[in-house]
């Protein structure tokens, strides 16, 4: 039961994995893209994909036959993901020599028509000489075979270089695509006696060599000689992990490869390629080693000119100076761009041919390089110099290189420029240096005259009591130890402010309530109502009341106020204090003669003047 | 006890200050003979004891700038010229030295900016000073205005007017201090300095610095200083080329 949920499972898989398997598609190779009259070569057509395919029967183009040979076909399971393909094998024969496209050819699978790509076949006659455009590797290594798996070649297109000259050397690593190569150690070109730039990888492509798809990686650097001798450069060595088969220990008893078109016992045609399971490959360190190519070196003329600095190659010079009209002193920018091909870590700044009369400053340099490994380019030089006196033009400019091509010395002369320089030199001035179009940053410098500097003034002999600080006042303690006296005044001010508010209030309360006694005592000797005894007690009292509130903030006391203070504070003339005085005198006789003596009632004529004597008090 | 050990101490320094300036006042007495007799590295020696003991004053810097250009350092010289004018802004002497000293050198000046340019009519200090008696007046203006009940529109005036003040001021001494002339100014004190694109003396040249050229530090790395150099540029020097203006 077990074994059958098993065996569900993976034609479950198996047919999810067919389901989505990869539309068809269809390759075309050729065994060998160069051949000679009468060479056959095998023409490989691969369909790869479901369903059934209909190569094409027969293959006709001028000057080349071609003939069905038979078909094979390749059923595939890795990681679960089937593949099966079919291959249909065609021998090409040559009959003349000539450059030969075979076009694509329509091939109907899996209901769809698909092309094969454009092939191209070099024939050569048979007497040798290929008409194809592959180059020959005649001046270089030849590529060293590491099992037919993979190769590299050291390619040199100089045999004869000068001490210093740049080389360009090309590095070319081809590995079978099969072997998915992993590379572990990057190329490295062993020898002595020269430099090499950082190598740097310019490209990958794939091509078929000797009948072999490879994919080939290129490298580019440049070296450069340091001593006379001849020299054997490379081999360059580099190692990479690669899947190769395991090794057979019985005879070849399996099918060929279809990629192992001539018996040349591919190590692909091992089962592992096909299945997986049958045996087991192993990923293997490999070292890949070119040959070694020979190079001689050669010394440089010993009749170098003054100018040269060592700048080996082929080079052209452009000058400019700006501005082109200046003040004695004033700076001018001349810039020179030297470009070319060479070595430019050796490409010095021109010499001035005749500084006489001009201050010159140390030039500035840059260079933009137009290639990968910085052999060709354009190094641009500023220098600033400054005229002493007046000049017409600016100092001619000389470059000298070593032309290898030539073999022999170049000096590159600048064309004279015409300049404008007024004024006289002067003894002490600023002017602006180095980037004088920069309206911001400027130099003060004094022009290198012939005249006798100043001399500095005296020594001083005084000196203060106390030492001097550099740290500035903000960061000083005594600073913000000082901020106490305005900080301290602050809290005193406001303190004082706040106890002022305070004092304030209470009066104002006062003043209140007293205002309040007044009205609220006016209010019940009006309604006639109380008894003579209240009412003169409550028409004294708001007497007093009025003389307090009339009296100010000063604090007066209600309870103290007698007639003539009340009197005197309102300013009342004999009459009105006579009436002041009896109405305290009443009051009191009312207050401490007891109740019953005098009359009951008040009456309303009293009242009245009682009332108007009040009212008035203001 | 304690009372009368700080009372001690206390008249101890009373007593060694004067004693501390008259040396002091000797020694320079002393390094100006040897200047006047032209024996300048005994007056280097003689104004820097003075330096080293912090007796720091505008004329020492200014006349151990003047022993240096004697002797040929125009670096040093630039440097203690520019110490004296950091000290005093208004060092006659030390200004027209400084020229002198920066034409033999070809030294390179940072240009400060317009707005530094304006600012320069007064120190770091008054700005300074301003600053502080500006932000007690506001302060004394706004507690008036709140604990007093009438609003008095001159008030208001004074406190707004005096808020301006201490913001113009406080931008004013926050400008100078990481202008061309603050606190980060360093001087090239050394020869052939070349200014460079990395911390490595192979690495390229930005500029040449002649001694005397004025620099501003910016960061140090080991051995090596990021500054901020004349034209705008920016460049790793070595840290022993350059010593700060400011000790």
Same mark, same amino acid.
């Given at each position: 039961?077990?074994?059958?949920?098993?065996?569900?499972?993976?034609?479950?898989?198996?047919?999810?994995?067919?389901?989505?398997?990869?539309?068809?598609?269809?390759?075309?190779?050729?065994?060998?893209?160069?051949?000679?009259?009468?060479?056959?070569?095998?023409?490989?057509?691969?369909?790869?994909?479901?369903?059934?395919?209909?190569?094409?029967?027969?293959?006709?183009?001028?000057?080349?036959?071609?003939?069905?040979?038979?078909?094979?076909?390749?059923?595939?399971?890795?990681?679960?993901?089937?593949?099966?393909?079919?291959?249909?094998?065609?021998?090409?024969?040559?009959?003349?020599?000539?450059?030969?496209?075979?076009?694509?050819?329509?091939?109907?699978?899996?209901?769809?028509?698909?092309?094969?790509?454009?092939?191209?076949?070099?024939?050569?006659?048979?007497?040798?000489?290929?008409?194809?455009?592959?180059?020959?590797?005649?001046?270089?290594?030849?590529?060293?075979?590491?099992? %037919?798996?993979? #190769?590299?070649?050291?390619?040199?297109?100089?045999?004869? *270089?000068? =001490? &210093? !000259?740049?080389?360009? @050397?090309? /590095?070319?690593?081809?590995?079978?695509?099969?072997?998915?190569?992993?590379?572990?150690?990057?190329?490295?070109?062993?020898?002595?006696?020269?430099?090499?730039?950082?190598?740097?990888?310019?490209?990958?492509?794939?091509?078929?060599?000797?009948?072999?798809?490879?994919?080939?990686?290129?490298?580019?650097?440049?070296?450069?000689?340091?001593?006379?001798?001849?020299?054997?450069?490379?081999?360059?060595?580099?190692?990479?992990?690669?899947?190769?088969?395991?090794?057979?220990?019985?005879?070849?008893?399996?099918?060929?490869?279809?990629?192992?078109?001539?018996?040349? %016992?591919?190590? #692909?045609?091992?089962?592992?390629?096909?299945?997986?399971? *049958?045996? =087991? &490959? !192993?990923?293997?360190? @490999?070292? /890949?080693?070119?040959?070694?190519?020979?190079?001689?070196?050669?010394?440089?003329?010993?009749?170098?000119?003054?100018?040269?600095?060592?700048?080996?190659?082929?080079?052209?010079?452009?000058?400019?100076?700006?501005?082109?009209?200046?003040?004695?002193?004033?700076?001018?920018?001349?810039?020179?761009?030297?470009?070319?091909?060479?070595?430019?870590?050796?490409?010095?700044?021109?010499?001035?041919?005749?500084?006489?009369?001009?201050?010159?400053?140390?030039?500035?340099?840059?260079?933009?390089?137009?290639?990968?490994?910085?052999?060709?380019?354009?190094?641009?030089?500023?220098?600033?110099?400054?005229?002493?006196?007046?000049?017409?033009?600016?100092?001619?400019?000389?470059?000298?290189?070593?032309?290898?091509?030539?073999?022999?010395?170049?000096?590159?002369?600048?064309?004279?420029?015409?300049?404008?320089?007024?004024?006289?030199?002067?003894?002490?001035?600023?002017?602006?240096?180095?980037?004088?179009?920069?309206?911001?940053?400027?130099?003060?410098?004094?022009?290198?005259?012939?005249?006798?500097?100043?001399?500095?003034?005296?020594?001083?002999?005084?000196?203060?009591?106390?030492?001097?600080?550099?740290?500035?006042?903000?960061?000083?303690?005594?600073?913000?130890?000082?901020?106490?006296?305005?900080?301290?005044?602050?809290?005193?001010?406001?303190?004082?402010?706040?106890?002022?508010?305070?004092?304030?209030?209470?009066?104002?309360?006062?003043?209140?309530?007293?205002?309040?006694?007044?009205?609220?005592?006016?209010?019940?000797?009006?309604?006639?109502?109380?008894?003579?005894?209240?009412?003169?007690?409550?028409?004294?009292?708001?007497?007093?009341?009025?003389?307090?509130?009339?009296?100010?903030?000063?604090?007066?006391?209600?309870?103290?106020?007698?007639?003539?203070?009340?009197?005197?504070?309102?300013?009342?003339?004999?009459?009105?204090?006579?009436?002041?005085?009896?109405?305290?005198?009443?009051?009191?006789?009312?207050?401490?003669?007891?109740?019953?003596?005098?009359?009951?009632?008040?009456?309303?004529?009293?009242?009245?003047?009682?009332?108007?004597?009040?009212?008035?008090?203001? | 006890?304690?009372?009368?050990?700080?009372?001690?101490?206390?008249?101890?320094?009373?007593?060694?200050?004067?004693?501390?300036?008259?040396?002091?006042?000797?020694?320079?007495?002393?390094?100006?003979?040897?200047?006047?007799?032209?024996?300048?590295?005994?007056?280097?020696?003689?104004?820097?004891?003075?330096?080293?003991?912090?007796?720091?004053?505008?004329?020492?810097?200014?006349?151990?700038?003047?022993?240096?250009?004697?002797?040929?350092?125009?670096?040093?010289?630039?440097?203690?010229?520019?110490?004296?004018?950091?000290?005093?802004?208004?060092?006659?002497?030390?200004?027209?030295?400084?020229?002198?000293?920066?034409?033999?050198?070809?030294?390179?000046?940072?240009?400060?900016?317009?707005?530094?340019?304006?600012?320069?009519?007064?120190?770091?200090?008054?700005?300074?000073?301003?600053?502080?008696?500006?932000?007690?007046?506001?302060?004394?203006?706004?507690?008036?205005?709140?604990?007093?009940?009438?609003?008095?529109?001159?008030?208001?005036?004074?406190?707004?007017?005096?808020?301006?003040?201490?913001?113009?001021?406080?931008?004013?001494?926050?400008?100078?201090?990481?202008?061309?002339?603050?606190?980060?100014?360093?001087?090239?004190?050394?020869?052939?300095?070349?200014?460079?694109?990395?911390?490595?003396?192979?690495?390229?040249?930005?500029?040449?610095?002649?001694?005397?050229?004025?620099?501003?530090?910016?960061?140090?790395?080991?051995?090596?200083?990021?500054?901020?150099?004349?034209?705008?540029?920016?460049?790793?020097?070595?840290?022993?080329?350059?010593?700060?203006?400011?000790?």
């Amino acid at each position: 039961m077990r074994c059958r949920i098993l065996f569900v499972a993976i034609a479950a898989i198996a047919a999810a994995q067919f389901a989505r398997a990869d539309p068809p598609s269809v390759t075309a190779v050729l065994s060998n893209s160069e051949a000679v009259v009468g060479e056959t070569v095998e023409l490989q057509i691969k369909v790869t994909g479901p369903g059934d395919a209909r190569p094409p029967e027969e293959i006709s183009l001028d000057g080349l036959e071609i003939h069905a040979t038979g078909t094979s076909r390749q059923f595939e399971i890795h990681n679960f993901n089937t593949n099966s393909s079919v291959t249909y094998n065609y021998t090409v024969l040559p009959l003349r020599a000539g450059r030969f496209t075979i076009p694509p050819q329509i091939v109907r699978a899996g209901g769809k028509l698909l092309r094969t790509p454009e092939l191209i076949l070099n024939v050569a006659d048979s007497s040798g000489g290929s008409s194809g455009a592959r180059p020959s590797r005649g001046r270089q290594s030849q590529p060293t075979r590491a099992g %037919d798996l993979l #190769f590299a070649e050291l390619i040199v297109p100089k045999k004869v *270089a000068y =001490v &210093g !000259e740049i080389v360009p @050397v090309q /590095i070319r690593m081809g590995f079978d695509p099969r072997v998915r190569p992993r590379l572990i150690e990057p190329p490295e070109i062993a020898g002595q006696g020269f430099t090499a730039q950082k190598l740097q990888q310019s490209g990958q492509s794939s091509e078929t060599i000797n009948g072999r798809p490879y994919d080939v990686v290129t490298y580019k650097t440049a070296i450069a000689a340091a001593r006379a001798g001849k020299f054997e450069l490379g081999p360059v060595k580099a190692k990479a992990q690669v899947i190769i088969p395991r090794a057979r220990s019985a005879p070849r008893s399996r099918s060929r490869s279809p990629f192992d078109l001539f018996d040349l %016992d591919d190590p #692909f045609s091992d089962p592992f390629f096909s299945n997986p399971f *049958a045996q =087991v &490959g !192993e990923r293997r360190e @490999v070292e /890949i080693k070119s040959e070694p190519v020979a190079l001689e070196v050669k010394s440089l003329p010993t009749n170098a000119p003054p100018s040269f600095s060592g700048a080996i190659g082929n080079f052209v010079m452009t000058t400019d100076a700006n501005p082109k009209s200046v003040q004695v002193g004033d700076p001018i920018t001349v810039t020179s761009a030297i470009s070319g091909r060479g070595n430019f870590d050796r490409v010095n700044p021109p010499l001035l041919e005749d500084d006489r009369g001009w201050h010159k400053y140390p030039p500035s340099s840059k260079f933009k390089q137009d290639d990968e490994v910085g052999i060709s380019g354009t190094k641009t030089f500023e220098t600033v110099l400054s005229p002493n006196e007046k000049k017409q033009t600016v100092p001619l400019l000389a470059f000298s290189y070593f032309d290898p091509a030539k073999e022999q010395y170049v000096t590159l002369r600048s064309d004279p420029i015409a300049i404008a320089v007024q004024g006289e030199a002067a003894t002490t001035q600023n002017v602006a240096a180095s980037q004088p179009a920069s309206p911001s940053p400027a130099i003060a410098v004094a022009p290198q005259g012939t005249q006798k500097p100043q001399d500095i003034l005296y020594q001083l002999t005084d000196r203060p009591a106390t030492a001097e600080s550099f740290t500035p006042l903000y960061t000083r303690p005594v600073f913000w130890t000082a901020q106490l006296v305005p900080f301290l005044a602050l809290i005193g001010f406001a303190g004082w402010k706040i106890r002022r508010a305070r004092i304030d209030n209470r009066e104002a309360r006062r003043i209140s309530a007293l205002q309040h006694e007044a009205a609220e005592l006016m209010h019940k000797l009006r309604r006639n109502a109380a008894s003579p005894r209240e009412y003169y007690a409550e028409a004294s009292r708001v007497v007093r009341v009025k003389t307090a509130l009339a009296s100010g903030g000063g604090g007066v006391d209600p309870n103290v106020v007698d007639a003539e203070t009340a009197a005197d504070t309102f300013k009342l003339n004999s009459d009105s204090r006579d009436q002041l005085r009896r109405l305290f005198e009443q009051s009191d006789e009312w207050q401490y003669s007891g109740a019953h003596n005098g009359p009951a009632t008040i009456s309303p004529e009293n009242r009245r003047e009682v009332l108007e004597l009040i009212e008035n008090l203001k | 006890m304690k009372i009368r050990a700080s009372l001690i101490a206390f008249l101890f320094c009373a007593l060694a200050i004067p004693s501390v300036l008259a040396q002091a006042d000797v020694e320079f007495a002393k390094a100006n003979e040897e200047f006047a007799q032209g024996h300048f590295k005994e007056a280097i020696s003689g104004y820097e004891a003075l330096i080293r003991a912090g007796q720091w004053s505008a004329n020492v810097f200014y006349d151990l700038g003047n022993a240096y250009f004697r002797t040929g350092d125009f670096g040093r010289a630039i440097l203690n010229y520019e110490r004296a004018l950091a000290l005093q802004r208004h060092h006659p002497e030390a200004t027209a030295n400084l020229q002198i000293a920066r034409d033999e050198a070809h030294a390179l000046e940072i240009q400060p900016s317009w707005l530094e340019r304006y600012l320069q009519f007064a120190s770091v200090n008054q700005y300074t000073i301003t600053a502080a008696v500006a932000f007690w007046i506001a302060v004394f203006c706004l507690a008036a205005l709140i604990f007093t009940r009438r609003r008095s529109a001159a008030r208001v005036t004074l406190l707004l007017v005096m808020l301006l003040v201490f913001a113009g001021a406080t931008f004013a001494t926050w400008q100078l201090e990481r202008g061309s002339k603050g606190m980060a100014l360093a001087i090239v004190i050394g020869k052939d300095v070349q200014a460079r694109l990395a911390t490595a003396d192979t690495a390229n040249s930005v500029l040449a610095l002649p001694p005397g050229s004025e620099v501003k530090i910016l960061s140090t790395r080991g051995d090596w200083t990021y500054a901020a150099l004349p034209n705008s540029l920016r460049g790793w020097i070595p840290a022993k080329n350059a010593e700060r203006v400011r000790l």
